[in-house]
């Protein structure tokens, strides 16, 4: 180092500050010597593994239930109270759902599938499975109606700090919505949700899915926690999906990783052997 060069954290601190959930501010700082660094990151991890073991001190006093179980629980009976009826479909789709949903050979998703047959994969979407549902429960209940599903969802994704190979989705869809009235109503379940993950601070952006087309996404604190859609869409027909519709799809993780702040990487807040309710294990 020469003179007046500044250095920062090593790449091996910087990795550490960020598996005990540092926010990226602390992790930028440069200092005039490495000892002077290597002072700061002492100072710092010992703060965070404080913090962790009072955080795995407080879980076991009580509630005693991981993070994303109490989101999960939340979410659930926010939903169920607007009439919504609770599904549970197979983790295991087929290729031909995949198809209906137009992600065919070549498209990008289809890469990241994990595949356990030749023509069966682990499911990267809950909506193959809730469109199968909806058109059967229409031949019974009159519209409009709602169903929903939490659960897991697995795809290939390397892109960062915001994705995870297994991942847990709220996905709920009221089929006979209006159609003047699918723009108010989406803004009513959005509200619903996040007020029940105890996110009120967020915005909606217009964006453009491979998948739906146009969509309407739910940001906060910077993190896309929610993508939304209207139907009826062209893939619609290959569900036999003919009357108008509203989905949304949340992300749980996301929500947790905006809600409890901090910093670190998604996997914090995801099934985890080396995380338990954001606190790292390694301390």
Known sequence: MTAGESIGFTVTQSQRLRELGADEAKIVPTFASSAQRDEAFGE?????????????????????????????????????????????????????????????????????????????????????????????????????????????????????????????????????????????????????????AELTDYALETTDSDVYGKTIDVVAGGVEVCSTAFGPLPLDDAWGIVDPWVGLGFGLERLLLVREGGGGAIERFGRSTSYLSGARLNL
């Open 44 to 196: 710092l991890e010992r703060e965070l593994t404080g913090a962790g073991r009072r955080q795995l001190e407080e879980l076991r006093a009580g509630p005693r239930t991981p993070l994303l179980r109490l989101l999960e629980t939340a979410l659930r009976g926010a939903v169920t109270s607007l009439g919504f009826v609770e599904v549970a479909t197979p983790a295991i789709v087929s290729a031909e759902a995949l198809d209906k949903m137009g992600i065919t050979g070549g498209d990008p998703l289809r890469d990241q599938v994990f595949w356990v047959a030749r023509d069966r994969c682990l499911r990267p979407m809950l909506a193959p499975n809730l469109y199968t549902l909806l058109r059967r429960l229409a031949r019974t209940w009159p519209q409009p109606f709602g169903i929903f599903e939490i659960g897991s969802c697995w795809r290939r994704d390397s892109k960062g700090g915001r994705h995870l190979n297994e991942f847990t989705m709220l996905n709920l869809v009221e089929l006979g919505t209006r159609l003047d009235e699918r723009d108010t109503r989406l803004r009513e379940l959005v509200t619903a949700v996040m007020i029940a």
